[in-house]
């Protein structure tokens, strides 16, 4: 069973571009959820996806947006980059669309904008 | 007002010390989570709660979902505990499509000394 991954690890990009990040769920789970975290600060939920379709959304502007695959497997697109986007993105996956089971979480994204 | 609250902020223990950490909420829920941060990022899941009790090993998590509260005790402390302890609450879920949310609390930053 494999756990939770994402890529790349690390990423700095220019204010103003675009970035994709990249989850693989655990084996067996249908439901992804990423969070922001940045420096100094707990995380913050941004949205879930559950058999393909958002699930919520937090508080996050629409050039935040996401994508699930039949595998499950998830992207974070955010267009426009600004410098706060700057942090720690970590995506979990569980079972049940968020009502059943824990979430596991994979190692994050740390993305830098200059 | 934080919709997840948790005390003490910051907690500094002897080895071997019990240690309570607190966590109380304002809004409904569907389950309550915590989860463990170490220094580097990664997030462990540690118990999902929506009513009664769980251990696992040396922790114990307790809900109280009248009073809108919720501990977590750690006995026989250890150094290796030392870490960012986070409450998170969870609304919606499957069956109410859209509506999932997933809100953090503060953080308890946890300090075991030998």
């Known amino acids: 069973e494999t756990g939770v991954t994402q890529s790349p690890t690390h990423l700095i990009k220019t204010r103003g571009q675009q970035v994709t990040l990249r989850c693989s769920s655990q084996s067996g789970h249908n439901t992804v959820s990423w969070y922001q975290q940045a420096l100094g600060q707990g995380p913050q939920f941004i949205f879930q996806?559950?058999?393909?379709?958002?699930?919520g959304r937090g508080n996050f502007p629409p050039r935040f947006s996401g994508l699930q695959f039949p595998n499950y497997s998830s992207e974070l697109n955010v267009n426009a980059l600004e410098l706060d986007d700057s942090a720690l993105y970590l995506c979990a996956s569980s079972l049940g669309g968020g009502r059943f089971g824990e979430q596991y979480f994979g190692p994050g994204t740390r993305l830098t904008v200059t | 007002k934080n919709e997840v609250e948790q005390s003490p902020q910051n907690l500094t223990a002897q080895e071997g010390e019990f240690i309570t950490i607190n966590c109380s909420y304002s809004?409904?829920?569907?389950?309550l989570h915590w989860l463990q941060q170490h220094p580097g990022g990664g997030i462990v899941s540690l118990f999902m709660?929506?009513?009664g009790k769980k251990k696992h090993g040396r922790l114990i998590a307790t809900i109280n979902i009248q009073e809108k509260h919720s501990s977590l005790h750690i006995t026989a402390s250890h150094p290796r505990d030392s870490a960012v302890y986070i409450c998170a609450v969870t609304q919606g879920g499957t069956g109410t499509s859209g509506t999932y949310k997933y809100i953090f609390g503060t953080g308890t930053r946890l300090k075991v000394l030998a």
């Open positions: 709660l929506s009513s």
């Open positions: 996806y559950y058999r393909e379709e958002e699930n």
């Open positions: 809004v409904g829920i569907s389950a």
